[in-house]
T-cell receptor, first 112, second 116 residues
Framework: AQTVTQSQPEMSVQEAETVTLSCTYD???????LFWYKQPPSRQMILVIR??????QNATENRFSVNFQKAAKSFSLKISDSQLGDAAMYFC?????????FGKGTLLTVNP | DAGVTQSPTHLIKTRGQHVTLRCSPI?????VSWYQQVLGQGPQFIFQ???????GRGNFPDRFSARQFPNYSSELNVNALLLGDSALYLC???????????????FGPGTRLTVL
């Protein structure tokens, strides 16, 4: 079983600045993946970034990067050079045994 | 290439009725998953199907059922609707070929179900 906890219900950032969204997880699985998904107001869930738990190297995708601390069960998302289009609900997500377990989400506001 | 499609976009039902939601996966994907997203919450896993077989089930009552067709499209059925079933129902597809491993799942736009 997995649990995913996002302790920041809301965050805000100025355009062009950097913001970090926090996430902790717990799992009894040895083989699992971690994801960040974003859900803009239009509601389509979009994959932001994916991290394989067996990899020590942190995943990066352009302006998005993660800080994966396996021993601490921490998986934070850093967004650099924030853009207005980054405004959305961000879900930290754990994946194992074919299913995804979502946190409650962090609503990110980007201020111009 | 078309992404995951879902129909209908919106649906209004009354308590006790039955509803069928439909999903077409990305071309080449063989696995479909269903999630329920109540307003203000993260999605909750309902089912995953791969090659027409149920591969995973979440903690939902037997009123919820699903099936997958030979073309890999899928239906989610909910019987005896309750007010609490009002939610956004999301479908996600993945290639599904790696046993025991969670493939990246790609989501459709969802069906908004309102139960009155």
């Amino acid at each position: 079983a997995q649990t995913v906890t996002q302790s920041q219900p809301e965050m805000s950032v100025q355009e062009a600045e950097t913001v970090t969204l926090s996430c902790t997880y717990d799992t009894s699985e040895s083989d699992y993946y971690l994801f960040w998904y974003k859900q803009p107001p239009s509601r389509q869930m979009i994959l932001v970034i994916r991290q394989e738990a067996y990899k020590q190297q942190n995943a990066t995708e352009n302006r998005f990067s993660v800080n994966f601390q396996k021993a601490a069960k921490s998986f934070s998302l850093k967004i650099s050079d924030s853009q207005l289009g980054d405004a959305a609900m961000y879900f930290c997500t754990g994946g194992s045994n074919y299913k995804l377990t979502f946190g409650k989400g962090t609503l990110l506001t980007v201020n111009p | 290439d078309a992404g995951v499609t879902q129909s209908p976009t919106h649906l209004i039902k009354t308590r006790g009725q039955h509803v069928t939601l439909r999903c077409s996966p990305i071309s080449g994907h063989k696995s479909v998953s269903w999630y329920q997203q109540v307003l203000g919450q993260g999605p909750q896993f309902i089912f995953q199907y791969y090659e027409k077989e149920e591969r995973g089930r979440g903690n939902f009552p037997d009123r919820f059922s699903a099936r997958q067709f030979p073309n890999y499209s899928s239906e989610l059925n909910v019987n005896a609707l309750l007010l609490g079933d009002s939610a956004l129902y999301l479908c996600a597809s993945s290639s599904g070929g790696l046993a025991g491993v969670t493939d990246t799942q790609y989501f459709g736009p969802g069906t908004r179900l309102t139960v009155l």
